[in-house]
């Protein structure tokens, strides 16, 4: 390849090195996947999930060594970095077994008169060639989620994996390999915004599903839109918790830690925002206070370590951009300070305005928590709503019926009741709503994204009989 050299340093390690392709390379990669097309749509369901399974075997055996990668190029902690990795293992498991289990259905063409002698068939059908952009945050569960899922329909799949990052999700794919699912079949390539943007909008690529940022997915949108190309996009948000004056304070802030603190504050469904009735605002605030004062990022690899560096510098240099423009909108900073490299201590900004950048779509990813006073629910909800980033939202409530009515109000891809808005198992419809993006990804889910609906129909097959003269 004549691309750059990504460099994955550690403490002053190298963990390994990865070639990006050039524009003028594209082609070449899309080629590869085209010629391997037919043979692999062509196989049985069980031929494709037999790779699929065994590939899940090699990573459980390689799972400590794959998450200690994962932690040392990543920043992830330990801990969350041997979670995504079992999870992984459980979507390819579960994608094997739907691909090889779903076959179909039967119309009911019998419904209305002049179709009960015809026989339907109602399959799914892979897209084709699949190109499928991974995010640094998640790089190895989000890689298996797309991969597995068009691998098990009968996809092709061009991995273009995350450059701060790419070390793990390129170990899984080798992985795989081994398992015996063809090269050709499963591409990982490197690229830099270039490269990447024309791999999406080559010819020959029939789909893309890409989890990244919001100015990723219009860019792509906008190359592909002559093409009417199927996109599944996963961009971002900036979820909303509303916390009443009835919750549970201690519950909230001990939700609100684990859902914001996750792979240190870089995942699009933590909570942003806690829209929060004045009546308990300052008290929230207080708490959340003491419950960060012990918390400091640290090594990844320490067992105990539950936060650790941002992805980069440049991304903890943006993240304290933006605390600083909170703070000159109004925002009351408690705690926190200037990045120190990629370094980055838990803040806590108060009395946060709803007019704010920051309350609206100005997403933070870092370890940020922003309290923004409501005099009412109804005022709690304009502020959710306002954002356009609205990918999961949550309600604090010891009122039920009061919190799931406000749920039912909240224009988000999901709402959770009384927990974090950080919620994704995976057999929930994940997505967003507005610039969060379009589609839906999940067990099942993604399948759908990535294949369409087809019948065949054979007219005049059933017999025939008088009803009457058998009467």
């Avoid at 190298?14 to 749509?41: H, N």
């Avoid at 002698?117 to 945050?137: A, K, S």
């Avoid at 320490?302 to 440049?314: H, M, N, V, Y």
């Avoid at 309600?395 to 799931?404: E, L, T, Y």
Wanted: hydrophobic fraction near 50%; charged fraction near 20%; glycine fraction near 8%.
């Amino acid at each position: 390849m004549s691309g750059q050299l990504i460099r994955g340093v550690a403490d002053g390690e190298l963990l390994g090195e990865v070639e990006t392709i050039a524009v003028s390379e594209v082609p070449a990669v899309v080629a590869r996947a085209r010629g391997a097309l037919a043979g692999w749509r062509r196989r049985a369901p069980h031929e494709r999930a037999d790779p699929l399974r065994r590939a899940c075997e090699l990573m459980l055996a390689d799972a400590e060594s794959i998450a200690r990668l994962h932690a040392r190029e990543s920043g992830k902690v330990i801990a969350q970095a041997r979670f995504e990795v079992r999870g992984a293992v459980r979507l390819m498991e579960a994608n094997a077994e739907l691909g090889r289990m779903r076959a179909g259905d039967i119309a009911p063409t019998g419904a209305l008169p002049g179709g009960e002698r015809d026989l339907t068939i109602v399959e799914r059908v892979p897209l084709g060639v699949v190109v499928t952009v991974i995010p640094f945050n998640f790089p190895i569960e989000l890689m298996v989620e797309k991969a597995a899922a068009a691998l098990a329909v009968g996809n092709v799949v061009i991995v273009k994996a995350p450059p701060q990052n790419p070390l793990a999700a390129g170990r899984v794919v080798a992985l795989m390999h081994e398992a015996g699912i063809p090269e050709d079949v499963l591409q990982i390539v490197s690229a830099d915004t270039p490269a990447s943007a024309a791999l999406c909008a080559a010819d020959g690529v029939d789909a893309v599903s890409l989890t990244g940022s919001v100015g990723a997915g219009v860019g792509v949108a906008t190359a592909t839109a002559a093409q009417l190309r199927p996109l599944h996009l996963e961009l971002g948000g900036n979820g909303a918790a509303i916390v009443l004056p009835d919750a549970d304070l201690d519950f909230v802030v001990s939700e609100s830690l684990r859902g914001r603190l996750l792979m240190n504050g870089q995942a699009c469904a933590a909570t942003k925002r806690l829209v929060v009735h004045r009546d308990v605002a300052d008290e929230v605030t207080a708490r959340l206070d003491a419950a960060l004062a012990p918390l400091a990022p640290t090594d990844p690899l320490d067992e105990s370590a539950r936060l650790g560096p941002l992805i980069d510098e440049r991304s903890a240099a943006r993240v304290s951009g933006q605390v600083d423009r909170a703070v000159a909108s109004g925002a009351r900073r408690v705690r926190g300070t200037a990045n120190d490299g990629a370094w980055f201590a838990p803040t806590l900004l108060a009395d946060v305005p709803t007019s704010a950048a920051v309350a609206v779509d100005d997403e933070i990813f870092g370890p940020v928590f922003t309290v923004v006073p409501v005099s009412s629910a109804d005022e709690a909800l304009a502020v959710a709503n306002a954002s356009s980033l609205r990918l999961t939202a949550a309600v604090f409530s010891a009122d039920i019926p009061r919190a799931m009515s406000l749920a039912a109000e909240l224009d988000f891809g999901g709402v959770v009741v009384n927990g974090t808005n950080n919620y994704r198992p995976p057999v929930v419809p994940f997505g967003g709503v507005s610039l969060a993006g379009a589609g839906r990804e999940g067990i099942g889910y993604t399948i759908d994204e990535l294949t369409r609906s087809r019948f065949i129909a054979v007219r005049n097959l059933r017999p025939t009989w008088d009803a009457q003269a058998e009467d």
